[in-house]
């Protein structure tokens, strides 16, 4: 983590933190990390990481690039995501991951 403070927030939160700071449309992918473990990031329309979950503390984490949110997003979808709406973040919000 390179000495960076680690404060986890629940998936909502996270959610509206973002979606407060400009972020219209935010996306989920899920890949693995370098131990091949599932490793959950959202991302922003312009397919940059905003936070990524931390299954040591059960809760999300957000990057420095989640404070810059672009005017014109491109139009094209972030590759290998799905859009993060209401749905998913209650699916996330009742289930483990």
Known sequence: MNNQIVIPVKIDQLVEALK?????????????DQDYQPLYVVLS???RELAWFDADTEGWVLKPAAGVVYATPPHQPPSEATELTEAWVFQLTTTSM
Do not use: C, M, N, S
Request: charged share 40%; no cysteine; proline share 0%.
């Open 20 to 32: 407060i700071l400009g972020h219209a449309v935010l996306w989920i992918r899920k890949t693995k």
């Open 45 to 47: 329309e312009d397919d």
